[in-house]
Every structure is written in structure tokens, then in C-alpha cells.
């Protein structure tokens, strides 16, 4: 008996081999890599895969059954939102009985649980091989710890079937959303003719192969092993830690890169990716931008751990994730400050010279003072690994929150701050620094132009900081200086070249055809399927002709992926458009409303393009049709405001138009537009509109223009001429802003003033 357990101990070892035989060849000749499963690498790894089985990867989604299942499923109830949900079992098969997509009850089973701990999640299938996140989560936590208990992740809204955060709606898709990450090797599937999924995975949740990419090639090695100094993998990851043999891999390709394809804030570019390739040819991070981050930095929204990490000097000193984590299990390597010292000499830091508390508080913990936890999902606290030392003057300075006063909530940040002066008097600022610069894009100063290109150019500063400051310079609202941007289409970071190409190709004239044609062969899909689509509707030369071709299907092989949203949709519309391809762009926003009826930008995009072909009044009818969905849409007022003032029903128009100004007061063209519509009959109120945006966009020229102009007609050129002044200190060159001051300096001359 023995010898047969052994035997079928084996076989998922021996079938692979044996598999390895039928494997199709690629254009090389080179076998291609396949997908053989965890089960068959614990035949050789079995310490590696025992780990691995308890960790949080290997139970990031089940099949819901009585081992996975952890919540109460014995007819118990929640109510939220004047909803009374009720959970029950039968039959070994699960249920709940909730709201549907159309608000009213009914009963879904559960088809699979979604994460472990601290809460678990449960997937439904409402149709169509979608798969849905229920928003009512389980308290995995013990009932010492304040678990053990149903919760709504959205505690303090009323989310109901008409809201977009609804467990019915795209957000909560596990196609679109949660798939990628939590399964291996997966394939979304989607059918775009039919509105369906076909999802496939080669494992359910994240496996071996996730990590250290198909295992084929390993299984061929390990038959026959040669010289590969990859073992035939198509990555060879080795821990990093002290005292052992280390390969820190931190480029494009390595081991950080393997973990942020899923622990960063990205949107996917292309599927297909596995380790050891280079994740920015299939995923596109977010900048460290407000709303997501605070603006020096520190996570704000569910950001994860990339974003954080890559603005670290840790990062910049070859720091990598399995430092400090176990691979396999995901746990620590150490617990407490034992872990820091491991690099960090304890006599110099581990002591209260240093962290100036009693010895083992929690605030003599270095995590507490250097990565603060922020706490989403209810009840899942995440640190932020910028690992950075605590600022109360930022706190003061910029309204950024701090480690100081994370504990000591009853303190001022003033209090804060003089502590750190007197223990730390000659302290260096820190690594990150880079607050000032964001902060002065928002400040609208006229400084903020220059400190950001001090950023982009500065190449000791990491690439998500410099292309951070790309970015950022997309909202600056006075002219500058385009030459770091031009420069940051050369620079060494895919990052950093995409987002310098974005910000150049929003302002009129700074980005050459010839550019563009160059950025064409960029090494990285993540810059060269960008510059294809803002080339679309150019004369092509012949010579590049198929190079652009090319670059234009990965850029459309982005949009078939996403088929499925409706922002996905809109984009591909947008591209049609551009294409001269009228007719289908409209019915890729007709699929997109049908896709999302809430989708704002789709309304007012099919409304646009419908304007554009003549058909006014079918435009009218789809802004109608979002407002009645969706009458909390400021851009949608915007809309039909402008659709008003061109039916010259100019009582309408301005009701529009007040409405999305005050449901958008800090966007400065709904502010303009509604004060231009009020001046002929309320001047007074146009100008205390246009004084109100002026206090939070500062610097923004259309609204100083309509000030300066507003003033000078109804109040007299004392009065316009400060306005002017500013206009002139943004942009002194501007030859309209010239003629208005000489029409203001010529009324305070005349005993009339003459509009300009």
C-alpha cells in the first residue's frame, strides 16, 4: 500500500513529463511555455508548497464548500439600506437572499469564496458567465479581535441596485475587477458581440505560476538539467536576505516588478503577462496623484503597496519585497522592530533616543512611525510602504496627515512638530520630497511649472516621482516652459516617457508629428500604443506605415480588452471617431449606455458626436435620458446647458448651468460658463460667481478674462485693471491680454469705458 501512495504521490510529477513531449514550438523552434499547476511543483517543493497552501495566495478564492465557506450561513440575516438580506445553506450548496439589479429580493447561490482574512467575500454568478463581489462581507477576525459577524464594506452610504457601487454593477464585477489577481494565468473571455464571459484560469487562485511564471519549461530541466541558470523557468527569483547568496531584482523584469503586476494601482494594458517579462508591456500604474495619494506621497484611496514602495529610498537602494516577506507564506520574517534591525543597527534605532517612547509601546514600533496603516474594506488595515519619517510641518503646511498625530489624535499638529525640533534638531527632511512641487499645482502658483521640471529632469529622483511631475503638469493652468517634457520622451523609464507624451500631447503645438513617429519604435508597449493613437487621422509615411499599424492594433487590442466596461467602450468610440468612422463610434457609445446606464462621459460623448452629424435632436434626447439616470451629473447639466444656449432657450441654459456649477463648484468651466450666462441680465451675481472660482482657481485665464472684461463693463476700469495685471503676470506675451490693458488704461483715461 505504501508503495502505491508513493506511487500516486508522482503522478502529477510523472504526467507532466510526460506532457512535455506534445508541447508546441514557437517561431524559434523553442519549446513554449505552458502551465502545469502548483500540485505538480509540490512533487519537488514540497516544504515551498506547504507554506504556500495556508498563505493568502493559495486561498485568495475557493469553491464555496464547507472547508472555504467561513461565514454564517445558518439563516442568518443583515439589514442595510432597508434591505434584509438573509444567508442559508442546502444541500452542501450556499445562498443568499438579497437585492438584485433591480432592487428587489431574490436568491443567488454562492459560487465561490473571495479571500481569507481579515474578511471574506463571496461571488455570485448573475448570468452571462459573470461573476459578482457581493458588498455584504464576512468578518473572518476572531470574536475577541471584533469579528465573527456579517458587515456592509460601504458602512456609512445607503447603496441601493441604482447606485454604482452595487454588487450588481461594473464596479463590482470579478471579471473586470478582481480576476487578474487572484487567479493564474487567466483569460477573461469576454464576448463582445454576445455581451458574455468565458473566463479560464489554469489555476483558481494564485499559484506557483503566478509568481515564478509556467512551470513547463522547469519540468523539462528537471528531466534533463543542463546549463539555463533560470532552472528552465522564465524567472528565477532568490530571496533576499542577509547572510545568504542574493539576486535583488528590481528592474522592469524582476522581482518587484512580479509582485506590483498586482499589488499596485494600474490599469491592465494587455493579458497574456508572466514573470520575468517586463509588466509595463501589460500594465499602465497611476502617478502618485490626488485624489489616490496624499499630495506628498502617502496612500490615500486603496492604492496597495507599489506606488508606495517605488517613491522609497529602500526601493532605490535595492530593497526588495522578499526583504521582509516570505515569498511562500506571505508572513514577515520577523516580527516587531526585530525585523527592521535585521538591517537597521538596534543601538542606533531600536532604542528611546530614537523613537523617544517607552520600550515595547506601540509608538517605540518603527512601523508605527515610519509606515502608518490606513484601514479599508471596514476592517483591513494596510501599511504604507514609503517608509518615510514622519512630517507634522507637512501636516501643517499642506494638510497631509502624520504619523505623530495618527496616535496622538488629542494633539495638534503644532504640538507635533515642536517635539520632533527639539529631539531631532538638525534632522534631515527625508526622502520624498517632492510635496511642495504637487502642492503648488493645486495653489495654482506660478512657480509651479518650474519646480515640477526640477522634479521630471532630476534623475536621482525615482522614475514614479518624475513621471509623477509629468502629470502633475497636465493641470497646471499658466503657460510653461515644454522642454523637460520634450526631454522626458527620452528618459530611461517607460513611466516617465508615457506620461511626459500624455501632458505634451493636451497642449496645442508641443508635440511634433516627428515625435510621435519615433515614439513609435519605443521599447515599451506602454509608450508606443500611445503615440499610435494620437497619430491616428495623420498622413502616415509609407515607410513607418506598418510599424504605425502595429502599435495602433496593441493600442486596440487595450480597447477589445475592455470591451466589457463602458469606459472601455467610450475610448474605443473616441478611436473610431478619430478614424472617420462615424457610424460605429455612435454605436459603441449606444453599447456603452447599454453596458452602464450611469456612464456620464458616454452620454456626453454620443450627445457630442450626434451634434457633430447634424442630429441635435437626438443628442437632446440622450442628455435627457442621462439626466433622468443620473441628475447628480454635473458634466451632464453642463451639457444640456450648452445644448440650450445654442436652442437659444436661455432661461433653461442658465438653469443647466447653475445646477452643474453647484454640483461641481471647484471646476472652473462650469463656474465661466454659468457666470457668462447670468452677466446680460444679473452682473452683479456673474462677477461674485466669477470672484468665488476665482478663490480656488487663482490662475485660471478664462475666468480672470471674463472678470477683467465683466468688471470693466459694469464697474469701471479700477476695478478690471487688477484682474488684467494678473492676466498679464501669466502669460505677458499674449497679445489679447495687451489689447485688454490698453482698453482699460484708455477708459480710466475717457469718461467712457468701451467694452474690449
Known amino acids: 500500500m505504501l508503495i502505491i501512495f508513493r506511487l500516486l504521490a508522482c503522478l502529477p510529477f510523472l504526467w507532466g513529463m510526460a506532457a512535455m513531449g506534445n508541447e508546441a514550438l514557437d517561431s524559434q523552434g523553442k519549446a513554449e511555455l505552458r502551465y502545469v499547476g502548483s500540485q505538480l511543483c509540490a512533487s519537488c517543493h514540497q516544504a515551498e508548497f506547504s507554506a504556500w497552501r495556508s498563505s493568502h495566495h493559495a486561498l ?33 450548496r450556499y445562498f443568499v437572499e438579497t437585492d438584485g439589479p433591480n432592487g428587489k429580493l431574490q436568491e443567488f447561490e454562492i459560487e465561490y469564496t473571495f479571500g481569507y482574512e481579515p474578511l471574506q467575500q463571496y461571488l455570485v454568478s448573475i448570468g452571462g458567465g459573470r461573476l459578482q463581489a457581493l458588498s455584504i462581507a464576512w468578518d473572518s477576525r476572531p470574536g475577541s479581535e471584533g469579528g465573527q459577524h456579517w458587515f456592509h464594506l460601504h458602512p456609512e452610504d445607503a447603496v441601493t441596485h441604482e447606485d454604482d457601487l452595487h454588487w450588481t454593477r461594473p464596479a463590482q464585477n470579478w471579471n473586470h475587477m478582481c480576476a487578474d489577481c487572484h487567479s493564474t494565468n ?13 473566463t479560464t484560469w489554469s489555476e483558481m487562485s494564485v499559484g506557483c505560476e503566478a509568481c515564478h511564471g509556467p512551470g513547463s519549461g522547469h519540468v523539462d530541466w528537471a528531466k534533463k538539467p543542463g546549463t539555463d541558470k533560470n532552472l528552465g523557468l522564465s524567472i528565477r527569483l532568490r530571496q533576499h ?18 509582485c506590483a503586476r498586482c499589488h499596485s494601482f494600474r490599469s491592465q494594458l494587455a493579458e497574456g503577462y508572466y514573470p520575468g517579462q517586463d509588466w509595463l508591456d501589460y500594465y499602465r500604474p497611476e502617478p502618485l496623484i490626488e485624489p ?26 535595492g530593497v526588495s519585497c522578499s526583504s521582509c516577506h516570505d515569498p511562500h507564506t506571505q508572513q514577515l520574517k520577523a516580527q516587531g522592530n526585530d525585523l527592521c534591525v535585521r538591517c537597521h543597527t538596534a543601538t542606533e534605532y531600536d532604542t528611546p533616543e530614537h523613537h523617544f517612547h517607552p520600550v515595547n509601546t506601540a509608538g517605540a514600533q518603527c512601523v508605527n512611525c515610519h509606515m502608518p496603516a490606513t484601514t479599508y474594506m471596514v476592517n483591513d ?38 517635539h520632533i525640533e527639539q529631539r531631532f534638531p538638525a534632522r534631515t527632511p527625508g526622502y520624498q520630497e517632492f510635496a511642495q512641487a504637487f502642492s503648488m499645482v493645486g495653489s495654482r502658483h506660478l512657480e509651479a511649472g518650474k519646480e515640477l521640471a526640477k522634479l521630471l529632469t532630476g534623475q536621482d529622483q525615482p522614475e514614479i516621482v518624475r513621471a509623477s511631475a509629468a502629470a502633475y503638469m497636465n493641470e497646471l493652468e499658466v503657460p510653461f516652459e515644454h522642454t523637460p517634457l520634450q526631454a522626458g520622451l527620452a528618459d530611461a523609464s517607460p513611466l516617465v516617457r508615457h506620461a511626459a507624451l500624455v501632458t505634451l500631447a493636451d497642449k496645442p503645438g508641443a508635440l511634433g508629428e516627428a515625435q510621435l513617429l519615433a515614439l513609435l519604435t519605443d521599447k515599451s508597449r506602454l509608450v508606443r500604443s500611445e503615440a499610435a493613437r494620437l497619430l491616428v487621422g495623420n498622413e502616415i509615411p509609407e515607410a513607418v506605415r506598418s510599424v504605425f499599424e502595429d502599435a495602433l492594433k496593441e493600442y486596440e487590442q487595450e480597447l477589445q480588452l475592455h470591451a466589457d466596461r463602458a469606459d472601455g467602450r467610450n475610448r474605443l468610440a473616441l478611436l473610431r471617431w478619430q478614424q472617420g468612422l462615424r457610424e460605429e463610434a455612435l454605436a459603441q457609445l449606444r453599447k456603452a449606455v447599454q453596458l452602464d446606464d450611469r456612464h456620464v462621459a458616454s452620454y456626453v460623448n454620443l450627445s457630442d458626436m450626434l451634434r457633430a452629424v447634424g442630429r441635435e435632436t437626438e443628442a437632446l434626447r440622450w442628455l435627457q435620458q442621462g439626466l433622468a439616470i443620473r441628475p447628480d451629473a454635473a458634466a451632464l447639466h453642463y451639457a444640456m446647458g450648452l445644448a440650450k444656449v445654442r436652442q437659444k432657450q436661455q432661461e433653461q441654459a442658465r438653469e443647466h448651468l447653475e445646477k452643474a456649477h453647484l454640483l461641481a463648484p471647484g471646476e472652473p468651466r462650469f463656474a465661466y460658463a454659468y457666470a457668462v450666462s447670468l452677466a446680460p441680465t444679473a452682473p452683479g451675481e456673474a462677477l461674485a460667481v466669477l470672484s468665488k472660482a476665482l478663490e480656488l482657481s487663482p490662475r485660471h485665464q478664462e475666468l480672470l478674462w471674463a472678470m ?10 479700477e476695478q478690471a485693471m487688477p484682474y488684467a495685471r494678473r492676466l498679464q503676470e501669466i502669460d505677458p506675451e499674449a497679445a489679447r491680454v495687451q489689447r485688454l490693458l490698453k482698453v482699460i488704461e484708455h477708459a480710466g483715461r475717457s469718461s467712457d469705458a468701451p467694452a474690449p
Not at 241 to 255: C, I
Not at 400 to 412: E, G, L
Not at 708 to 717: E, K, M, R, V
Open 381 to 418: 488595515p494596510r501599511r504604507d510602504h514609503s517608509l518615510r519619517i514622519p512630517r507634522p510641518d507637512r501636516t501643517l503646511n499642506h494638510g497631509t496627515p502624520n504619523a505623530c498625530n495618527n496616535c496622538h489624535d488629542d494633539r495638534s499638529a503644532e504640538w507635533a512638530q515642536q
Open 186 to 198: 487567466l483569460r477573461k473571455g469576454y464576448d463582445s458581440d454576445n455581451d458574455s464571459f468565458n
Open 708 to 717: 477683467a472684461t465683466y468688471s470693466l463693463q459694469y464697474q469701471g476700469p
Open 292 to 317: 489616490f495619494y496624499h499630495i506628498d506621497g502617502q496612500q490615500r484611496e486603496e492604492v496597495f503597496t507599489w506606488g508606495s514602495f517605488a517613491q522609497s529610498r529602500m526601493h532605490a537602494e
Open 60 to 92: 485568495a478564492m475557493q469553491h464555496a464548500d464547507e472547508d472555504s465557506v467561513l461565514g454564517d450561513f445558518n439563516d442568518a440575516t443583515f439589514t442595510y439600506a432597508g434591505v434584509t438580506s438573509r444567508f442559508s445553506r442546502r444541500d452542501g
Open 241 to 258: 536576505g542577509l547572510g545568504q547568496e542574493e539576486e535583488v531584482l528590481t528592474s522592469a523584469n524582476g522581482e518587484v516588478a512580479t
